[in-house]
């Protein structure tokens, strides 16, 4: 004869809280897959609609941004030189153009992103901010992926020297990305609610564009100019990114956790900001 115990009665509770608690998660995963291909889905359509299949396709993604960086180089080769305050020129402007080209894109091409991809708002599983996602990351990758080529090219030219640390300088792009993320989320929402602003948004662009660090080392700067900039989240992630390109041989101002938490910050907003702009949207 068993017993029946107050610990007997209680496993088929737990074991129900148990299942229950997986299943939950399985749902999590699922939706999480589902919109993870909702977004690869638009990030490949985004791809073929600015590029299609005529010449070379695709690539131009990659190209386009070669060209710019390029460009760049080359002209500030022949207006500094080979070396400017110890630094090589080639190295400095790599870096810093190569940044600014991820800030420059996608703050151009998100400012009209949500209006442009209203129309994708009639399938089911596409939200708003699946739309905006699916731009950053293909600026992200598509403009670092330049970036790389571009390293290579001079690498194997004997141009510039092997990466200090890679790490450092993936951790500096992807907080940029995250910075500017949610900032393009909150500038995309605000010009969907407010025509006016939209109007001030590529003059203030302009205007940041010394506050970004591309053109100047933080180390360059009188003190209180550097505590001015460096009040700036772009200034960090420009410093981070080269100082795990160039090394320790120089000095450089950048703080990690103050570049996540304004990230972290403009990503709340962006993401409060999306939802209210939606009310201004009319599919159909």
Not at 84 to 111: D, E, K, N, P, Q
Not at 207 to 232: C, D, H, I, Q
Request: charged residues 15%.
């Amino acid at each position: 004869m068993t017993v029946a115990t107050d610990r007997d009665f209680g496993r088929p509770g737990r074991a129900a809280k148990l299942t229950e608690r997986r299943q939950r998660l399985d749902r999590f995963l699922y939706r999480l897959g589902t919109q993870w291909r909702v977004i690869r889905a638009l990030m490949i359509r985004d791809m073929m609609s600015r590029y299609g299949r005529e010449n070379i396709g695709f690539l131009w993604l990659i190209v386009e941004p070669i060209i710019l960086i390029a460009g760049v180089i080359v002209l500030w080769s022949l207006m500094k030189g080979t070396v400017t305050h110890g630094v090589s020129v080639v190295a400095f402007t790599l870096t810093g153009y190569s940044m600014l080209t991820l800030w420059r894109h996608i703050i151009s091409r998100g400012t009209h992103c949500l209006r442009l991809n209203v129309g994708l708002l009639f399938h089911q599983n596409v939200r708003v901010i699946d739309t905006v996602l699916a731009m950053i990351l293909m600026e992200t990758v598509s403009t670092f992926i330049s970036f790389l080529f571009c390293y290579l090219l001079l690498y194997l030219l004997g141009i510039v020297g092997m990466v200090y640390d890679p790490l450092l300088m993936i951790c500096g792009w992807l907080l940029m990305s995250l910075f500017v993320g949610g900032l393009i989320m909150i500038i995309g929402g605000i010009t969907e609610m407010s025509k006016p602003v939209e109007r001030m948004i590529q003059p203030v662009m302009y205007f940041t564009l010394p506050l970004t660090g591309a053109f100047s080392m933080a180390s360059w700067l009188p003190e209180k100019a550097r505590e001015f900039v460096l009040l700036f989240p772009m200034v960090h992630a420009m410093e981070m990114f080269r100082a795990g390109f160039l090394g320790p041989t120089l000095k450089f101002y950048y703080d990690p956790w103050y570049l996540f938490l304004c990230g972290i910050v403009t990503l709340t907003i962006g993401l409060w900001t999306l939802k209210r702009a939606e009310r201004n949207f009319h599919v159909g």
